[in-house]
């Protein structure tokens, strides 16, 4: 019922005692993964143009198929999760590739094409369903996410080579939002497949 105040010493005591603590968890962790390779935790980062159109198509397989394996799933952008791995906050992330990081081993999970959304003025257009960038987005209006995500900086990249007309004080946080701003006016943008909706969207490489 008393108040007290750590000294320093104690302060670098209950650091240390925090550091066992974890250690033996991961030494936990570690027995039973060398029982069961998928048995345990796996703490995984996903970035946020994935994750929420992914995982609804591969958890209840996942659970089904490794009931004990416990996920801790974690939506980040692609720096929070190479911070995270480095630091030993995540086990692996999904990420969009490549990532130019030699300290990481990557494997390609699947490919993934870019959707391009049009406004409603042109819903009723007759396009093909594979389409070329070049041709398609050259002196558009094109909408992007904001700096910092991956999948961003890939539209980017695709845009600019394309020659599209990139609004610099227009970015969605999101690839809803940019969604719903290319519904309500005439601009375009740039979506992966697995987050389209096939009645306005056509492919594009």
């Known amino acids: 019922s008393k108040t007290f ?11 240390k005692a925090k550091q066992i603590l974890s250690l033996s968890q991961d030494i936990i962790e570690i027995s039973k993964f060398s029982k069961n390779p998928f048995k345990g935790t796996l703490r ?3 970035i946020p143009t ?24 974690s939506e980040k952008k692609t720096h929070e999760i190479i911070e995270a791995l480095n630091s030993g906050d995540l ?27 049009c406004p409603p003025s042109e819903e009723k257009e007759a396009f093909p369903q594979r389409i070329d960038s070049k041709e398609a987005l ?11 995500h991956c999948f961003g900086d890939q539209a980017l990249d ?29 601009h375009h943008t ?12 056509r492919s594009c490489h």
């Open 91 to 117: 086990d692996c992330g999904i990420l969009a590739t490549p990532l130019h990081h030699s300290k990481f081993e990557e494997q390609n999970l699947y490919i993934e094409p870019f959707v391009l959304l």
């Open 50 to 73: 994935v994750g929420p159109y992914l995982l609804p198509l591969v958890l209840k397989e996942i659970k089904n198929e490794f009931p004990e394996l416990k996920l801790i799933l």
């Open 44 to 46: 995984v980062g996903l």
């Open 190 to 201: 740039l979506v992966p497949r697995i987050s389209s909706r096939k009645d306005w969207t």
């Open 5 to 15: 105040i750590l000294t320093q010493t104690g302060k670098e005591v209950v650091e």
């Open 158 to 186: 695709l845009c600019s080579r394309s020659n599209s007309n990139i609004p610099n004080d227009m970015r969605a946080t999101s690839l809803e939002m940019l969604k719903h701003m290319v519904s309500l006016g005439q």
């Open 138 to 148: 050259s002196k558009k209006s094109i909408l992007l996410l904001e700096e910092g």
